[in-house]
């Protein structure tokens, strides 16, 4: 029931998140969602054919799609289905990376908090409990500007964040280094390619 998810991670709970794609129909966008063991987020391979996109154009235009018609796309609302788990929310355009720091990376200022790789930059959000699911907390921008897209990112034991630029030199894609040169108290990250 999930459609397209780059990138997924636990946290220290062993608790599921991850973001998942959009189908690219107007007005609909990617969600953050928990993936607890069996669940199934709704969505049917065969929805990406039900409206005409620049993808596809062989649907007749109109036909029905409970994906968008029954609103299956967004976060818990009344008069959703209740056979299947909605996401968490709405969340940021195209994401690729998504991973869990788990200590004392980038200073321990983002002790739990999952990092998201986007279109040239990376955020720091936190999943709270609430209720039996999930909701986000925070929204911190640790790097903007990177003017490519950003494909993987993982900690290393050093406390660094490594990740991975999209932009193909000679095939091959960009490695850089996020570190935090100061005490978890300071809001400055140094980036370099590596």
């Known amino acids: 029931g999930l459609r397209n998810c780059q990138a997924f991670d636990f946290d220290n709970y062993g608790n599921l998140f991850a973001i998942d794609h959009d189908a690219d129909f107007q007005g609909e966008k990617e969600r953050l969602v928990y993936i607890p063991e069996g669940s199934d987020s709704g969505w049917r391979c065969y929805y990406q054919y039900r409206r005409l996109t620049g993808y596809y154009r062989s649907a007749p235009d109109g036909l029905y799609s409970p994906w968008l018609d029954e609103k299956m796309c967004?976060?818990?609302?009344?008069?959703?289905?209740?056979?299947?788990?909605?996401?968490?929310?709405?969340?940021?355009?195209?994401?690729?990376?998504?991973?869990?720091?788990?200590?004392?990376?980038?200073?321990?200022?983002?002790?739990?908090?999952?990092?998201?790789?986007?279109?040239?930059?990376?955020?720091?959000?936190?999943?709270?409990?609430?209720?039996?699911?999930?909701?986000?907390?925070?929204?911190?921008?640790?790097?903007?500007?990177?003017?490519?897209?950003?494909?993987?990112?993982?900690?290393?034991?050093?406390?660094?964040?490594?990740?991975?630029?999209?932009?193909p030199r000679g095939g091959l894609d960009s490695l850089w280094r996020l570190t935090d040169p100061r005490p978890a108290s300071a809001d400055a990250m140094s980036v370099k390619t590596v």
């Open 74 to 167: 967004l976060p818990l609302h009344a008069g959703q289905p209740s056979h299947f788990l909605p996401p968490i929310e709405n969340s940021w355009n195209a994401p690729a990376a998504f991973s869990f720091q788990p200590g004392t990376a980038l200073g321990g200022k983002y002790k739990d908090h999952f990092l998201i790789g986007g279109q040239g930059s990376i955020r720091a959000i936190k999943m709270v409990p609430d209720g039996a699911s999930f909701k986000r907390e925070g929204d911190d921008l640790l790097v903007q500007g990177l003017n490519q897209q950003v494909l993987s990112s993982t900690v290393a034991p050093d406390g660094s964040v490594y990740f991975t630029l999209w932009g």
